[in-house]
Nanobody, 126 residues
């Protein structure tokens, strides 16, 4: 089963930065799938953060992270990244990466993603 593994979470101060990584070492068709980042805060539903197309040419963001977060991917390494700058306390959540279920299909709906990683905790606090 193709799985993804996130890393890079931790504690950051407001205004600080973190870079998340998501590796899909066993993901044989990584290059054909849009990749997304989602997050889930305590007591809330998992929400969309960012998505990148299979070739990396298209990137879309949830409104609250536009201008602060950047999604990118390196298909040679089967890895997708989320650079998070100017972090705010409301960014505190467990961050998950996932692959679009259908190849060559773009979506921001979490129900259209699979191969979820285990998540990485991001805490923004002074």
């Amino acid at each position: 089963q193709e799985q993804l593994e996130e890393s890079g979470g931790g504690l950051a101060q407001p205004g600080g930065s973190l870079r998340l990584s998501c590796a899909g070492q066993s993901f044989q068709s990584f290059n054909d799938h849009a990749m997304g980042w989602f997050r889930q805060a305590p007591g809330k539903e998992r929400e969309f953060v960012a998505v990148i197309t299979w070739g990396g040419g298209g990137k879309y963001y949830e409104d609250s992270v536009k201008g602060r977060f950047t999604i990118s991917r390196d298909n040679a390494k089967n890895t997708v990244y989320l650079q998070m700058n100017n972090l705010k306390p409301e960014d505190t959540a467990v961050y998950y990466c996932a692959a679009a279920l259908r190849p060559l299909t773009l979506s921001t709906n979490r129900n259209e993603f699979g191969s979820w990683g285990q998540g990485t905790q991001v805490t923004v606090s002074s």
